[in-house]
């Protein structure tokens, strides 16, 4: 009879992808993702979070495949394209604060 009912599967990983599976989230700034690289090199980075006017910035950029709404209500979350909130700050400069 099996225990657990678990089934085990050999897989082989190479530096790349277990650089990729370990690949830190970008909910706070850090100076590096890589969370592999610095677990192999015995090193912690910190982290802090982001301020409101770098998060529009940074889900505005190439780097952030992510998409939010900057007026969507917390419970009920409405995505929408950065393209959309590019827009937003463009026209409501006066709402950032740098």
């Known amino acids: 009879m099996e225990i657990g009912r678990w089934k085990t599967l ?6 790349d ?3 990729r599976l370990f690949h830190a989230d970008d ?8 969370s592999y690289r610095l677990a192999r ?6 982290s802090r979070a982001w301020t409101f006017r770098e998060l529009q910035l940074y ?4 780097r952030s ?10 419970l009920r979350p409405k995505i929408v394209p950065r393209d959309y909130i590019i827009e937003w700050i463009r026209l409501h400069p ?4 740098l």
């Open 17 to 19: 992808k277990l650089a």
């Open 65 to 74: 495949q992510k998409f939010f709404d900057i007026e969507a209500d917390p």
């Open 59 to 62: 889900m505005a950029s190439d």
């Open 41 to 46: 090199d015995n090193r912690a980075v910190g």
């Open 94 to 97: 006066d709402m950032i604060d």
């Open 27 to 34: 909910k706070k700034v850090r100076t590096e993702y890589d």
């Open 10 to 15: 050999k897989e082989r990983f190479n530096l």
